[in-house]
């Protein structure tokens, strides 16, 4: 079975934007949380214009390179654009979560508005049984909230933004998790745990 994972950039205080976050602003002013994707010498293999640190970009390819869809909360969509019309993703399609009508969304989207669950099922179709990223604070929570999350990696700036959006949303209790592994990298530390069930 596919795995549904994210894989976002996030300050030490927790928050994955600045302040003021929207269309035209992108992390409002917390742009440094990607620094990490363009300050190397190692060209992505899976994103033509990132080039990273070597151990940065073993870590990202390795998780980009899984992504069969990617399932993305409105306001990710909204902030972003529209991804003009495509995805955030070189090859994996886009999926949108929202609870009301999205105007605008192109034939290469997908408009998800009757749950998280129905929107990860949607996403782990178009997969193909590749493996589902999501993005956005909300998605992410909501995901956790119905077991749906196999993975979570925090790619984790040094910064305390001080405000923003929040990488994780209220919880009704604990979710435990297992470090699969941690990977210091220039201006960025990888963590990856495994969600336990
Ligand atoms: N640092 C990074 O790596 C990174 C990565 C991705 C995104 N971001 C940023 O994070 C910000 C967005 O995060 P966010 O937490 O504010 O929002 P989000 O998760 O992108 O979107 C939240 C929205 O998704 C919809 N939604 C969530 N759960 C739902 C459910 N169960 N059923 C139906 N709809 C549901 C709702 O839209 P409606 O209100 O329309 O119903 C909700 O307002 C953006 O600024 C984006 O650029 C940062």
Known sequence: MSKVFCG???????YITGRDPGAGRGLGDAS???DWYFDGDTPSQVFDSFKLSAPS???FDAAA?????ILAGRNTYEDSEHFGGGSPHPTAPLVVLSHRPVPGMSDRQTLVTTGIEDAVAAARRIAGGKDVGLMGGGVVTEALKAGLVDELILHQ????LGGGRSFFQELPGHVRLRLV???PA???THLHYEVER
């Open 8 to 14: 976002l950039a996030v300050s030490v205080d927790g």
């Open 181 to 183: 592994e941690a990977v």
């Open 157 to 160: 700036v040094p910064i305390l």
């Open 186 to 188: 220039p201006g960025v």
């Open 57 to 59: 970009a073993r870590v």
């Open 65 to 69: 390179g899984r992504v069969g869809a």
């Open 32 to 34: 440094m949380l990607f």
